[in-house]
């Protein structure tokens, strides 16, 4: 890693502001868009927006966070010195996309990657009514709940988790399909499926219970089918301190109380 064109990508809270000026004084940067590696500083929110931002832009370079925010569960702690030595001791984690494909009401078909998690939620206060298909079979006619969502092992700790969802190890070839506040049926509770399984949704009464999808951030709302899977053609890389590594932070969440 040693010698690798750096770029260096901030969040606007002032912490993270003040960071870039104190790692611009000290080590050289080039633009993202000729970047072998991406130092972002910020929250989790801020990583997820830089990988988003390297997906669209097209950007192949690995990415190392430094937390600057709150929880910061995919960054490494924030230090200034000996940002070289810990590049070159980093562990890298690859990482695949969800790809999400929404049609609206009104036929509009939208495509978007989600790194953390694919999401219905009701748009309304009237709780939505879903069909749930698992490769092409119907597995739940009628999911009457807030919502729904599917999680990659990375995205198993945040919105997932909150849900109630599993915790998913990094490497285990898993996603998790975690319900919202389910109403009927009473008893499930979600299911661990494959990455290899591909998800549809079709949203019962899409006028009187309109629903949003949700990739990460982005948002369509009144959808009508929504269709999730791995995007296999794509790859994330991020790069973690040997002693903060993403695998042994998931596995520990375990056990947090």
């Not at 960054?75 to 940002?83: A, G, I, Q």
Request: with cysteine.
């Amino acid at each position: 890693m040693t010698g690798a064109r750096l770029a260096l990508l901030a969040s606007p809270a002032p912490p993270a502001q003040l960071a870039a000026r104190e790692l611009r004084d000290r080590y050289d940067f080039v633009p993202l868009s000729r970047a072998e590696t991406v130092i972002a500083l910020g929250g989790d929110g801020f990583m997820l927006q830089t990988l988003h931002q390297m997906l669209d832009d097209r950007i192949n370079a690995a990415v190392f966070g430094m937390n600057l925010g709150t929880v910061g569960f995919l960054m490494n702690e924030w230090r200034v010195d000996t940002l070289e030595e810990r590049l070159e001791r980093a562990r890298p984690f690859g990482v695949m996309p969800l790809r999400m494909e929404a049609i609206t009401v009104d036929g509009e078909s939208y495509v978007m990657p989600a790194i953390n998690e694919v999401s219905l939620l009701r748009e309304t206060r009237q709780t939505a009514w879903l069909e749930v298909m698992v490769n092409e079979r119907v597995v739940l006619p009628e999911l009457v709940c807030d919502g729904v969502l599917a999680a990659t092992p990375a995205g198993s700790t945040a919105y997932n988790l909150s849900a109630q969802g599993p915790i998913l190890p990094l490497g285990s070839a898993m996603m998790a399909l975690t319900p919202i506040s389910p109403f009927r049926p009473r008893r499930w509770r979600g299911a661990i499926l494959p990455d290899t399984a591909r998800l549809s949704f079709r949203v019962l009464d899409p006028v009187k219970r309109p629903v949003s999808a949700v990739a990460d951030q982005r948002e369509v709302r009144d959808v009508s089918t929504v269709k999730v899977a791995i995007d296999r053609a794509t790859t994330l890389t991020l790069l973690f301190d040997p002693e903060h590594a993403l695998d042994d932070r998931i596995t520990m969440e375990q056990f947090a109380v």
